[in-house]
């Protein structure tokens, strides 16, 4: 089947998270060629983009945006030319305010000419963000603006809207035209941010599916503290490997896009392993991108958000299933099969595919109940089968 633009959640890769303003022509291009390297394109991952801080701070006498000279001394073109040579998608960043976050020219009152700059480019991505925006239009209008002169600018161009989940986002994003968008502030690299953020969304299933998902943000797997940014970096500095394969697990199976952070040239074996796991992503990537609803797993003597079961119906039928342990121990966590419509009278059982062994597990008869590591995840395919 052909897969339409914004189909399934766009994976890739995005400066923010690591370089934040320390960016430049060959740091964009290092991290295409390890899409290469390390196997990331073969995965999936297709949009390099490049986050804010890009532009020089005014725009030329005709209106038109400037890439920084010093950062870009051969403009963007090039670069998106370097990106497409192997391959791969290149994506930019602006804001519907009048500035970025960062200070530099904002798009508010030039979507279509930017759109029509951005075309030229070669650009393929549009990450939109929020700041600076006037208080007398709504955001809504500002997000169907540049929507439809992205439309109507000659070239497929994905539209990621980043309003952190402002002003009942989710009531008119779909309808904007926009691809997928932010629904929370900041990621950061701890696991709190991990967690705080994914339990924000828990419940909001509704709202994500085909050509409009909903991106929890930017993924920090394998920054381990090196985001030269101190918010983003935090005091803490950085997750364990367990940590940022659960943050992975649940980014996947929450239908959240797949746009990495980490520094690509120092990818470490174990961040590797973990975003290139083809399970993982493989349900990232249904077809059918269906939200994932929550079960409360047994016994219930847990804190609230210390426990978590997703499930994520399957394009084939199967069911993708996450078990999530947030607490400080480890823990076993029963998934009782009744609670996903499977009463045990149905004479059904399920053969279970781990995820993130890759073992097959076996068949089970009314519940699964895996011992899950502090900080860590079970995440299996399930397929139903005859008794
Ligand atoms: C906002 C966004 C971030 C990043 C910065 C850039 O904070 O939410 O993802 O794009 O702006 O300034």
Redesign the pocket.
Known sequence: MEKLLGMTPPMGWNS?NTFTWEINEELIKQAADAFIENGLKDAGYEYVVI??CWSEKQRNEKGELVPDHWKFPNGIKPVADYVHSKGLKFGI?SCAGTH???GHPGSFEHEFQDAETFAEWGVDYL?Y?YCYKPVHIPGEILYKRMSTALRNCGRPIMFSA?N?GNDNIYKWIRESGAHLF?STG?IQDNWESITNLAISQMGKEPYTGNFCHNDMDMLVVGMHGASNDGFIGSKIGGCTDQEYLTHFALWAIMGSPLIMGCDLRKASEETKKTLLNKDLIAINQDLEARGAYVIKPLPDAYNENEAFILVKPLADGDLAIGIFNFSDTQRELSLEFWDMGIPYAAGVSLSLHDCITGEELGEFTEQFAPVVPSHGCVVVRARIVEK
Request: proline share 0%; glycine share 0%.
């Open positions: 923010w986050d804010d960043y970025t976050c960062a990450k963000d980043c952190w932010r900041d």
